[in-house]
């Protein structure tokens, strides 16, 4: 057994896993965060994707151990309370999903995309979830609610309603 | 799917990698970003007893010039070539680095560990045959350079004896004007080559002074089109000669039939790639100017 460190959605941990435990695994079954998908476990799909140090990886294709004294961002970590993240927003409004099985691996994707470009073209954005495949949408959606999220982030936040009428 | 148990170590100083390669040899496999060798673990079609990850030793990243050399760490990921900026004469890395594989991939797959593995369809092979890249070899009994277009021996086989790791690529920069672009055929992102070819030329005023071409997936290795890259020296760059260069270079070729299509049909390929890349570099060269 090796002792890992890792930051997982801002907090620090200290697990036990056995060497050959693949990232995706430790997630799913010692984390218990299971918004983290095994798609084709073969590198493919993107299912597993998660964030590492802010970039996207599949899960399913690196050892726990390789994250030691990294820092792991799952899509349990993309909203802040109950403030959902712009790129939720814009996989909601949009309708992004269908199945919701490639979902979370496209929002990461799509999140570590707009923090390095926050204005991304079509082009780019197609590009970026090339690594991502999803059985459902066609993309047309996904390529949508990404662009949706992008305009989200340009824009402050709108006031919170204090409530009152209706 | 789970890799067989190993035993695991992450060294923190290159002496100790060595040193462990030393002890166990064969038995030990260097892991850099795992994105071919964790597959073939979880495939069970490697099983190491020994997985040393060089994941957390200082530097081996980036790249730095020394003497008229782009010295690349052999941990700097394809992501990083991506992103890097290079020097004049060197954009087949720009080229090759956004066709590998996919973008998450690319963020943690690594120059030096594509090279060691040796996948004939690997795309760095061809780009270093192509620049006359030289491989800094190292082990505890010391260092050697060796030519990469001395480097492959066969499918997923190199010159690396079991107690030595691959620590830097030594690209030549260009003295003249240069150029040189990777093409790829691919049947979706994230597939391996269906064919593959690397071009580079240095130019000598208008004629070809020294040419590199490296072939991806049309053999046992990535290749060396040895007969086109001489018939382009101290010619000019004109269809005749790139037409000849072509074809010697789809007759080097060895590829076999595949789902990826017919052998055929992969050789006509090469000679495409090689007339557009070649054609490519000629345009680019006529920006640039004398």
Known sequence: MSEIG????????????EPRVLLVDFIRTQLRLTGTHIGCDTSSCGACTVLLDGEPVKSCTLLAVQADGHEITTVEGLARGSELHPVQVGFHEEHGLQCGFCTPGMMLVAAALLERNPEPTEEEIRWAISGNLCRCTGYVN??????????LR????????TGGAG | MFPGAFDYRAPTSLDEVLELLREHGEEAKVLAGGQSLIPLLKLRLASPALLVDIGRLPGL???VRRNGTLVMGARTR???????????GLEILHDAAPQISDPLIRNVGTVGGSLCH?????????VAIALGAGLALRSSRGERMVDAREFFKGPFTTAL????ILTEIHLPIPS????GTYLKLERKVGDFATVGVAVQVEMDGPRVRRAGIGLTAVAPTNLQARAAEASLAGRELDDAAIAEAARLAAEAADPRDDIRGSAAYKRDMVRILVQRGLRTLRQRLEEVGP
């Open chain 2, 61 to 63: 990243q980036g790249m």
């Open chain 2, 161 to 164: 004896a079991a107690d030595e």
């Open chain 1, 142 to 151: 996904i390529v949508k609610a990404i662009q949706h999220a992008a305009r």
């Open chain 2, 78 to 88: 394809h992501v990083d070539v991506e992103r890097a900026s290079l020097p004049a």
């Open chain 1, 154 to 161: 340009q824009k402050p936040a709108p006031p919170v309603p």
């Open chain 2, 118 to 126: 040796a996948d004939p369809a690997g795309d760095w092979g061809s």
């Open chain 2, 176 to 179: 003249g004007r240069a150029a």
């Open chain 1, 6 to 17: 890792v930051r997982v959605n801002g907090r620090e941990q200290r697990h036990e896993v």
